[in-house]
């Protein structure tokens, strides 16, 4: 299945995502989050958690890779909207799950939900629409 192809209903294929310190630290500096609570363990304590976590700019630039890894260079994300739930630790592994939940003209959303060991991490609906001009 593609996503041109897809029906409501259609699966995405499971994406699962082993989560280090390090990816968790770079995805949180690349988005230029410098919240302490995602890079320093001691602050993160400090604060109640075990251990750093994945900040949420870092798990929404995961769902749109998830996506674009299914739907194609000759797609775009349009909308995009996310509920956060249990943290992503370092040794974790978030499980991507999708599937299509509308077809309205091109455009597809899609309900994504990402789990690692303790429940739900993240749960959202992204709607992504073909590029005019642009083919795969």
Not at 11 to 16: Q, S, Y
Not at 65 to 80: A, E, L, N, Q
Not at 118 to 134: D, F, L, N, Q, Y
Request: charged fraction near 20%.
């Amino acid at each position: 299945m593609t996503f041109p192809q897809c029906d409501v209903g259609s699966n995405l294929p499971t994406l699962e995502l082993p989560l280090d310190r390090t990816l968790i630290v770079a995805a949180a500096i690349s988005s230029q989050d410098f919240e302490d609570v995602h890079h320093d363990p001691g602050k993160a304590q400090e604060r109640g958690t075990p251990d750093i976590f994945m900040s949420i700019n870092s798990t929404n630039g995961f769902i749109d890779r998830y996506i674009t890894d299914w739907s194609g260079p000759s797609s775009r994300i349009v909308k995009t909207s996310l509920r956060l739930g249990v943290p992503n630790f370092p040794g974790d592994t978030m499980t991507f799950t999708g599937e299509v939940v509308e077809k309205v003209g091109s455009a597809v959303t899609i309900a994504v939900v990402g789990r690692n060991e303790r429940g739900t991490h993240v749960s959202a609906k992204v709607t992504v629409a073909p590029v005019e001009g642009v083919s795969a």
